[in-house]
Structure formats: structure tokens, C-alpha cells
């Protein structure tokens, strides 16, 4: 599938588009975009894949926007929780 058709599937809203396209939009705002672009994201593939086809893209044009370093604490934050999250075995009893 062509990095565009990946795009298009991996940010069917267009939310991660619009907000490289906002004039002035901070780190705050991006996050906020993010999240809500995390909410919808469909559980296939993983989101680090598919945050990394869209940083791949976008930052191509944009390496200094707020949305590009969002997207890179995003694939840093989902390559730090892999593995346990703990759950009611991991508490203290």
C-alpha cells in the first residue's frame, strides 16, 4: 500500500493533517489533537506503526512542528509500555 493510502487509513479524520496545517498551533494543542487521534486510531495495527507512517510523512515537510515532536514522544512513550502494566497481581497486599 503507497505511504499516502497509509495515511489516509491511519488518520481517516484528518485530525494529525489539520494540525500541521494550523497556523500557530502549540505543544498543548498538539497533544490535545493526539489524544483525541489515539481515542479513535483502530487497535490494528499497533499505533507505533501506524504513528510512525504518519510522522514519516509529515515531518518530511515539518521536522520543527510541535505535532512532529508529539508524534516522537508518542513512539517513544508506546516503546516504553511494552510489557507489563501491572494490574491487581502486581499491588502490595
Do not use: N, T
Not at 494550523?22 to 494543542?29: L, N
Not at 481515542?39 to 504513528?51: N, T, V
Amino acid at each position: 500500500m503507497s505511504e499516502i493510502k497509509l495515511v489516509e487509513k491511519y488518520d481517516p479524520r484528518g485530525l494529525i493533517r489539520e494540525s500541521y496545517r494550523i497556523d500557530g498551533i502549540d505543544a498543548g494543542q498538539c497533544r490535545s489533537v493526539f489524544l483525541d487521534w489515539v481515542l479513535g486510531a483502530g487497535a490494528r495495527p499497533a499505533l507505533s506503526e501506524q504513528i510512525a507512517v504518519l510522522l514519516a510523512h509529515y515531518s518530511k515537510d515539518a521536522p520543527d512542528h510541535p505535532m512532529s515532536d508529539v508524534l516522537r514522544a508518542g513512539l517513544e512513550g508506546e516503546a516504553a509500555s511494552k510489557g507489563r502494566q501491572g494490574g491487581w497481581r502486581s499491588r502490595a497486599r
